[in-house]
């Protein structure tokens, strides 16, 4: 189990362009995808269940996966959050 916790630096949070950011990179692996945050916990790889997290800036996720290709998914999210999703 490979897991990575990120704090969340936009401005924005989590809405629906970063979500849609997220999902695409998550959705090019096989591994599946849990993420955490505030006590709830969502399949990572589903923008709608994404969305019920209304997770803020400076809030945390946790990333959660397991699988052949899990460790460069979370990489490659892990870059995407920590960019800010490039909204900065």
């Not at 924005?12 to 995808?33: D, T």
């Not at 955490?36 to 399949?43: A, F, H, L, M």
């Amino acid at each position: 189990m490979h897991k990575i916790v990120v704090v969340i630096p936009n401005k924005a949070g989590l809405h629906a362009r970063p979500i849609s950011q997220f999902v695409e990179i998550a959705s090019r692996y096989q591994a599946p995808l849990a993420v955490s945050c505030n006590g709830r916990e969502v399949d990572g790889k589903s923008i709608l269940q994404l969305m019920t997290l209304a997770a803020a800036c400076g809030n945390e996720l946790e990333l959660e996966s397991d699988g052949v290709d899990a460790e460069e998914m979370l990489k490659s999210l892990e870059n995407l959050i920590r960019a800010g999703f490039h909204e900065d």
